[in-house]
């Protein structure tokens, strides 16, 4: 099938990219997998005018939109191959199709690698979260924590008191320094050195944490922060460039989402230092207008 642009990924970045372009009159497939970074999560917050949608029915509601337009194509399925085309163009192939495209948004989003902590994964997107301005307020007004696993961790804890008393985890391994330990001491939070070694829960609200020393904390909610890679077997083959961000390795990318390979844009979490639902959004905007543009003047 030809098409002018794939964009590989159908949750908020690809599908935003996907309006933009659509409405410019342009033929769009959305190739997806169905398995969004944000599928642990029962509601999406912050989001303006969709605060407290559930990823899911923001997702429906998007593609029940785009479906009214006769130049958008959404398929269910895995890509397993993307090659570029001595034409100036991009093969993209699924088990059962192929495709070809003048552009490319890569938009999957990224692999999260979470502590392998016994009771962490149950909880993970529900009371073990990751960021406070999308399921912060949820959690207010309770024992909280942070589990440092990576340098940023002190300046993580120190936001959190907004949200309720706060107790750092170092795990032994990410020491404040004595900066960051006035900043700590000014915002209330407490430092402990002693390793998480479980959470305990019933599957939705966790109510303690095990130490390795043996005793037991009291806590209502957790912040952690995964490690991430956006580093696809797609995007090696593609050989897009890399950049290192707090957290992981993203995709490399310009002010309007073009990565180092031509014809081959990156959207939301894949391509963003700082990740959110509005993020994602703002980014797959982008990458959409950046490719209607370049379909224009290439």
């Known amino acids: 099938m030809e098409?002018?642009?794939?964009?590989?990924?159908?949750?908020?970045?690809?599908?935003?990219?996907?309006?933009?372009?659509?409405?410019?009159?342009r033929k769009v497939v959305v190739i997806d997998a169905g398995k969004p970074r944000n599928r642990f999560a029962s509601?999406?917050?912050?989001?303006f005018c969709l605060d407290g949608k559930s990823p899911l029915e923001i997702k429906t509601t998007a593609l029940s939109q785009l479906r009214q337009y006769p130049t958008f194509t959404f398929v269910e399925a895995q890509v397993i191959k993307v090659a570029a085309n001595a034409e100036n163009g991009l093969l993209i192939h699924t088990a059962e199709n192929s495709f070809f495209a003048k552009k490319l948004i890569l938009a999957s989003?990224?692999?999260?690698?979470?502590?392998?902590?016994p009771g962490l994964l149950e909880h993970w997107g529900k009371s073990v979260i990751h960021c406070p301005y999308c399921h912060g307020y949820e959690l207010s007004n309770r024992e909280l924590g942070v589990l440092a696993n990576h340098p940023l961790s002190a300046h993580q804890a120190a936001m959190i008191p907004d949200w309720g008393p706060t107790t750092l985890f170092t795990q032994g391994n990410f020491?404040?320094?004595?900066?960051q330990l006035t900043m700590l001491t000014k915002r209330g939070v407490k430092v402990e050195?002693?390793?998480?070694?479980?959470?305990?829960?019933?599957?939705?609200?966790?109510?303690?944490?095990?130490?390795?020393?043996?005793?037991?904390?009291?806590?209502q909610g957790l912040y952690v922060a995964p490690k991430i890679?956006?580093?696809?077997?797609?995007v090696k083959a593609l050989n897009?460039?890399?950049?290192?961000?707090?957290?992981?390795?993203?995709?490399?990318?310009?002010?309007?989402?073009?990565?180092s390979v031509s014809n081959v844009y990156a959207a939301g979490d894949m391509s963003n230092p700082m990740q959110n639902g509005s993020l994602a959004i703002t980014s797959g905007v982008m990458a959409g207008i950046s490719v209607h543009q370049s379909l224009i003047f290439d």
């Open 3 to 25: 098409t002018e642009v794939v964009i590989i990924g159908g949750s908020f970045a690809g599908l935003a990219a996907a309006m933009q372009l659509v409405r410019g009159l």
């Open 43 to 47: 509601h999406s917050h912050g989001i």
């Open 109 to 117: 989003g990224v692999q999260d690698e979470l502590p392998n902590i």
């Open 175 to 179: 020491m404040p320094d004595d900066k």
């Open 193 to 219: 050195n002693a390793p998480i070694t479980g959470i305990n829960g019933d599957g939705k609200n966790i109510t303690s944490v095990a130490l390795a020393d043996g005793s037991e904390r009291a806590l």
């Open 229 to 234: 890679s956006a580093i696809t077997p797609i």
């Open 240 to 259: 897009c460039e890399s950049e290192d961000s707090p957290l992981g390795e993203i995709i490399k990318v310009n002010e309007f989402k073009q990565t």
